[in-house]
């Protein structure tokens, strides 16, 4: 964070500069101009809808009509914005997330400011469409929306620019204009997001697999000017701490060893020591009024494999344990931090007051701002902007969290079972929002409150494959430094999930359900061969053993089973037996499952009416066998849909290299069967 910024320091709306109050008064909102235009099916929409019959108005235009000039250069915006200048923190933001490239006093760029009114299909704004000039030519531009004020929508509508959202306008907390998530306002912001959800949620209050909790071997006392390492062994019972979810990055400079780990516990860990997200997070956990927090980087001794085995299998109760974990989202490595300065006014709606008072307020805006700013920490998987979106073990930490605070770029936000919260909407996001299949909250309440089971409840066997299915679908796509860690960064939720409902896994499946468990596909094939074969994962019929995302072809709402069809088994599960099982959900090879069932010899080339799905892009291999695993029946008559495996046989075995699914055509491998037979997969 710029230690130049006051992080107490709160920010004015609504001023503008002299450029900018000359500017605005051409706006045709301002002036107190309708802005009209003629429909598809020949009506003729006008905006505001408010005005008065007799105002003047305006034809929509899809270009801008005439230039204004604004700052002749970059410099000169940038230093308005510093000065207070709301309208050109808009547009110095606009710019900056379109991705323009950097200007300089003398790079011959110029700045002028146009408007854009009544954009097709929606008709209901007037855009500001900031152009830089390169002599007479645009070199780039990026747009600003300007909207009266009767067009505000209220917090559940789905706001991409058309509207001007209520949460961009109102203040319903002062940390939405202060200027560092360091600042007393979002410290007391979170507390209070915290304080609602351990005192009122009673469903992310009570958690999964309840009993006695794992308690953590040590933890950080942040009491002490110099944080300290405390054994928890000596504690009448498990005192309230928080954990920390971040980057590595390339490397860790600072970490528990073998050789430091006396000092640490008896001298403390000097604070300039430390690196930037674990400072940060020290002096987060003191002032959200907490003494202890977990991180793995000083509470594992990094170059013990046993402690390391021994701690990374009850890494999951350990978070699901926290009040809350803090989530650095931001930091590309540990010494990101998790605090950032910020202007808020780049994602506040700015009040221009009208010409005549017959003509109602502008407000203008940086349309999709805050929709992103509202967005940015919920989703996970590879192609995220966010690194700590993208990590394996940050995603199991994440889901059994069961509350997280998050430290974005520009804002800090919140999820629980429950809510999901940010600073614009300090008391919840829409439902648009919320309701993102992919989002953690959805994932936590998959854990929390689907697979819970209330006293007296039978469990049910089709919200936990329905919930299981979307745990699998996100973790699988996620990133991992070493593909070893594959079943050891989901065994927190495995275990979790197994505490909850009774069930055993086998190496990723559950084996109840493992038929169905074992008919998955890699979405997006890696180049060249199956990483399994140079580094070891898990067995080759596990979902695990893939370099990439997958899916369950029978996961509910798949395009491959019709409605209110039946699957019908054609194999049966002889036996699982999983070999070196490690306290941290780790298997070895020769980790087997037994099938008996049909099987035939395949040509892939040449059978038409299926869809074969490799695991990696491999050399073609001219004949493989085929496996028999389920079939879906919509009716009595027809063939129906057949799902089942492709093998090929190596020294040791038969090893799995993809799947197929057939399309219910009488030649789609309906005939040519052997009889059934048991096949081991390693």
């Not at 902007?385 to 804002?411: H, I, K, M, N």
């Not at 140079?534 to 019929?541: I, K």
């Not at 088994?569 to 306290?583: L, N, R, T």
Request: overall charge neutral.
């Amino acid at each position: 964070m710029d230690p130049n910024i006051d992080s107490e320091a709160c920010i004015e709306e609504h001023k503008l500069c002299a450029v900018c109050q000359a500017l605005v008064q051409e706006c045709p909102l301002y002036q107190g101009r309708v802005i009209i235009r003629e429909n598809y099916d020949g009506t003729v929409s006008r905006h505001p809808k408010t005005a008065a019959a007799d105002a003047p108005t305006i034809e929509y235009s899809l270009r801008p009509t005439q230039k204004y000039p604004h700052y002749p250069t970059f410099a000169g915006l940038a230093r308005s914005v510093e000065q207070g200048c709301h309208l050109c923190a808009l547009l110095y933001s606009s710019v900056r997330i379109d991705g323009a490239p950097a200007a300089t006093d003398g790079d011959g760029l110029r700045l002028m400011v146009a408007f854009i009114y009544g954009i097709p299909p929606t008709g209901h704004r007037c855009e500001l469409m900031l152009s830089v000039m390169r002599g007479d030519a645009e070199a780039y531009s990026s747009g600003i929306s300007a909207s009266a004020e009767g067009a505000i929508s209220d917090d559940e509508r789905l706001v991409i620019g058309e509207w001007v959202p209520s949460a961009a306008v109102d203040i319903k907390h002062p940390a939405q204009l202060s200027r560092s998530t360091k600042s007393a306002a979002s410290f007391q912001l979170a507390r209070e997001w915290i304080d609602e959800c351990v005192n009122r949620h009673p469903e992310c209050g009570r958690p999964v697999g309840a009993g006695t909790p794992v308690r953590p071997t040590r933890l950080v006392d942040v009491q002490p000017e110099d944080p300290k390492i405390v054994l928890t062994a000596g504690f009448e019972s498990t005192p309230e701490y928080l954990t920390l979810s971040y980057c590595w990055g390339q490397g860790l400079a600072f970490k528990l060893l073998e050789s430091n780990i006396g000092q640490l516990t008896t001298d403390g860990i000097p604070m300039g020591s430390l690196p930037g997200t674990l400072r940060d997070a020290v002096i987060a956990t003191r002032r959200l009024g907490y003494r202890y927090i977990w991180i793995d980087a000083i509470c594992i001794i990094q170059d013990s494999t046993s402690d390391w085995v021994r701690e990374s299998a009850t890494m999951g109760s350990i978070y699901r344990n926290s009040v809350c974990t803090i989530a650095a989202l931001h930091g590309e490595d540990t010494q990101s931090g998790c605090f950032v300065a910020r202007n808020p006014l780049e994602h506040r709606a700015c009040l221009v007051r009208a010409a005549t008072p017959a003509a109602p307020a502008v407000y203008i805006h940086s349309h999709g701002t805050l929709s992103t700013l509202d967005r940015e920490w919920q989703r996970v998987g590879p192609n995220m902007s966010r690194p700590l979106q993208t990590r394996a073990w940050v995603f199991s930490e994440r889901v059994l969290a069961p509350r997280s605070l998050y430290y974005g770029a520009r804002v800090i936000s919140w999820e629980c079972a429950t809510a999901d919260c940010t600073e614009s909407r300090p008391r919840g996001n829409p439902l648009w929002v919320a309701n993102d299949a992919k989002s953690h909250t959805r994932l936590k309440a998959a854990l929390t409150q689907e697979l819970a089971q209330p006293d007296n409840t039978a469990f049910d066997a089709a919200k936990f494959w329905r919930a299981w299915c979307r745990i699998v679908d996100v973790y699988s796509s996620c990133r991992l430094t070493y593909g070893r860690d594959r079943l050891p960064a989901l065994f927190g939720i495995v275990r979790t999930v197994a505490a909850a409902t009774g069930r055993a896994n086998a190496a990723g499946l559950w084996r109840d359900n493992i038929l169905a468990e074992l008919l998955w596909w890699v979405v997006t094939p890696v180049p060249g061969p199956r990483p399994a074969d140079a580094e070891w994962r898990a067995p080759s019929w596990a979902w695990a053993a893939a370099g990439s995302g997958v899916s369950f072809l029978l996961a509910p709402g798949s395009v491959y089973v019709p409605e209110h069809s039946r699957t019908v088994p054609q194999a049966e599960v002889v036996s699982v037996e999983i070999v070196g099982a490690q306290a941290n959900g780790a298997v070895g090879e020769g980790s087997r499952v037994a099938l008996r069932c049909p099987l035939r010899r395949v040509q892939p080339n040449l059978v038409k009416g299926v869809r074969f799905k490799r695991d990696a892009e491999q050399a073609e291999v001219d004949e493989w066998m085929a496996l028999l695993v389920r079939q879906v029946r919509a009716g009595a008559a027809g063939p129906g849909e057949a799902f089942g495996l492709l093998l090929t046989e190596r020294a040791g075995g038969w090893r799995r290299v993809g799947a197929w699914n057939s399309d219910g055509s009488e030649a789609a491998l309906q005939h040519g069967w052997d009889a059934a037979r048991t096949v081991v997969l390693y």
